[in-house]
Structure formats: C-alpha cells, structure tokens
C-alpha cells in the first residue's frame, strides 16, 4: 500500500482455550518503516474467523477479505 506494509494474520491471542482456529480473531498491523516496526491493530472479525487476505483497491485503500462464522466476509479499509 505504498510505502507501507500491511499484513492480515489468524490469532488466538485475545482467547488462548480449546482449539485455536476455532477461537482465531482475524487482525492486521501496518508499518511504515519496511517492517522494523508494527503498530495500528485492527481486528476485522471475531472468532470463529480464518483465512485472512488482502485485495489492494489502490495505493490507500483495501479490502481485508476472511472465512468468519463459515461464511465470506469483506471489510474495507482506508490508510490515513
């Protein structure tokens, strides 16, 4: 997304019993210094979610795309 890097990841972070990708959150972080460091979470769906990526719509606009609750879910975000 520019100049900076942005990364959908599965979790289990926020609930850390029974199975972990049936309590997987799907998150992401940006950086804006080539990955030395990572900041901004954002949590895009709860549990149950899975398969997270990313579709770049242009140089500050995405979609964050995941398996939530078995079924496909999108949400759009914007880089300020």
Request: glycine share 4%; hydrophobic share 45%.
């Amino acid at each position: 997304m520019g100049e900076t890097l942005v990364v959908s990841f599965m979790t289990d972070e926020e609930k850390l019993e029974g199975m972990w990708h049936r309590n997987a959150y799907v998150k992401i972080i940006t950086s804006s210094d080539k990955g030395v460091t990572w900041s901004n979470k954002l949590l895009v769906a709860k549990q149950p979610a899975a398969w997270a990526g990313l579709l770049a719509l242009n140089e500050t606009n995405f979609l964050v795309l995941c398996d939530h609750e078995d079924r496909s879910e999108a949400q759009h975000v914007a880089l300020v």
